[in-house]
């Protein structure tokens, strides 16, 4: 017999499958986009925690690492397509904003899984109360690089392949390297 509780941890474990399509080294869980998974069943009342294999409806919830982020349908659009490729009938894709997605998010497993594809982990996010001020000056940050480990880095771009990432290039062993930026 399976419960939502079943149902609620298969649906957990396939959505944390999913791949960030900007950099799929790491899946959504790794970059801590996954915030959340419901399974409820349509057909239950009173508190059954009986369910069929289908007829359940699961609702995942997600939170962009920014408001703008392009790779946002595609996660959508992989996520439905995993959970009903495992029989989930009634899927959908929640989007919460608040709070707002931090680098701080991102696992462990993510930040080995980033070091091992020769790109460099954020710091500690940068910590804020009350409004925050626009500048125009590239944010100063202290990092390694992550082939040889030396802190004589250069900023080559803010801007890398993804908004979320920056370019860097070593000094000692001259490769660049992409750095995912503090948020």
Do not use: N
């Not at 941890?9 to 801590?32: F, I, K, S």
């Not at 998974?37 to 919830?61: F, K, L, M, N, R």
């Not at 992989?78 to 929640?94: E, K, N, S, T, Y």
């Not at 890398?160 to 490769?175: F, K, M, N, S, V």
């Amino acid at each position: 017999m399976t419960t939502v509780t079943d149902r609620t941890e298969t649906a957990r474990a396939l959505a944390a499958q999913v791949r960030d399509p900007e950099m799929p080294m790491l899946t959504l869980e790794d970059l801590g986009v996954l915030r959340g998974v419901t399974v409820s069943d349509a057909c239950s009342s009173g508190g059954s925690e009986d369910v069929g294999p289908d007829g359940s409806s699961v609702v995942v919830t997600i939170t962009p690492t920014y408001s703008g982020c392009p790779a946002m349908a595609t996660m959508r659009d992989d996520i439905r397509h995993i959970l009903h490729d495992h029989g989930f009938d009634d899927v959908r894709v929640a989007v919460q904003l608040e709070p707002a997605w931090t680098t701080d998010w991102i696992t462990p497993r993510g930040r080995a899984r980033l070091a091992e594809h020769g790109i460099s982990a954020p710091a500690a996010a940068p910590k804020r109360s009350g409004p925050i001020p626009l500048t125009l000056v590239v944010p100063r940050r202290v990092l390694h690089c992550p082939r040889c480990d030396s802190s004589e880095v250069e900023l080559t771009s803010e801007f890398g392949p993804t908004a979320c990432t920056a370019i860097y290039r070593c000094r000692t062993c001259l490769e660049p390297f992409q750095h995912v930026k503090e948020i």
